[in-house]
Nanobody, 123 residues
Framework: QVQLVESGGGLVQAGGSLRLSCAAS????????MRWYCQAPGKQRELVAAITSGGSTNYADSVKGRFTISRDNAKNTVYLQMNSLKSEDTAVYYCNAGVVADSTTGPRYMELWGQGTQVTVSS
């Protein structure tokens, strides 16, 4: 079974840093794009950062210069380094990945979501 497992969330003071990790496991042929989203209570889930298989990145305007997305293809893992955290960053963070599963019936593409990890920034 292919799945994404997140870790690294927690409580941090404003101005501090956290690093989120999201590892894909299972029978995987390849992973295309990997992304991080955030969702605060009562709000829409929003794209935070994305990285392609080739390493190209995109960021939401609100996190540019503060967050860095990276990936380790050998470990099927994506990271989100969050620096200079603000109280407005408080949310549940979800990783997302396009995965080509190595199925007995042939390659099978799917979009997967992690379980979410809580990030709370105190002021």
């Amino acid at each position: 079974q292919v799945q994404l497992v997140e870790s690294g969330g927690g409580l941090v003071q404003a101005g501090g840093s956290l690093r989120l990790s999201c590892a894909a496991s299972g029978s995987i042929f390849k992973i295309t794009a990997m992304r991080w989203y955030c969702q605060a209570p009562g709000k829409q889930r929003e794209l935070v950062a994305a990285i392609t298989s080739g390493g190209s990145t995109n960021y939401a305007d609100s996190v540019k210069g503060r967050f860095t997305i990276s990936r380790d293809n050998a470990k099927n893992t994506v990271y989100l380094q969050m620096n200079s955290l603000k109280s407005e960053d408080t949310a549940v963070y979800y990783c997302n990945a396009g995965v080509v599963a190595d199925s007995t019936t042939g390659p099978r593409y799917m979009e997967l979501w992690g379980q979410g990890t809580q990030v709370t920034v105190s002021s």
